[in-house]
Every structure is written in structure tokens, then in C-alpha cells.
């Protein structure tokens, strides 16, 4: 297992909060995704022969947030 920790602008709630986590742990790959509100970090545990760190970003701003890192 791989550990990544992404940084993403937009979330301010309970809401966001669950959308990002659940968009992320329906990838095929990743198993757990955790977020960090008051810093905008996403602590993602993932397989990276299943899942690229594209594909999890891309899933993240189809949600409406921006990934920085």
C-alpha cells in the first residue's frame, strides 16, 4: 500500500468532507481516505498498481474541488 497526501481547496464542511472521502474510497484501489478540514489535506491509502494519483484527482474535481498537490 501507498500513502498520499493530497491538498484541496474548496472544502469548508461536514459535506465536503464526506463527498471527497466517498468519491475517493469508491475507487477501485483505494482503501481508506481521510479528511483533514481546517488544513484541506487528504490523507489517501491506495494500491498503486490499481489507481493512479490522476485518477484520484480527477475524481476530486469532478466533485468541484481544485487539487493542488
Known amino acids: 500500500m501507498t500513502n498520499i497526501t493530497l ?3 474548496g472544502m469548508t464542511c461536514g459535506h465536503c468532507q464526506s463527498s471527497v472521502e466517498g468519491v475517493l474510497k469508491g475507487l477501485e ?3 481508506d481516505a ?3 478540514l481546517s488544513s484541506g489535506k487528504v490523507d489517501v491509502t491506495y ?3 490499481q489507481v493512479t494519483v490522476a485518477a484520484m484527482r480527477e475524481a476530486v ?3 468541484g474541488y ?3 498537490a
Open 29 to 31: 484501489g483505494v482503501t
Open 66 to 68: 481544485d487539487v493542488v
Open 47 to 49: 494500491n498503486d498498481a
Open 7 to 9: 491538498d484541496v481547496k
Open 34 to 36: 481521510e479528511v483533514d
Open 61 to 63: 474535481e469532478d466533485q
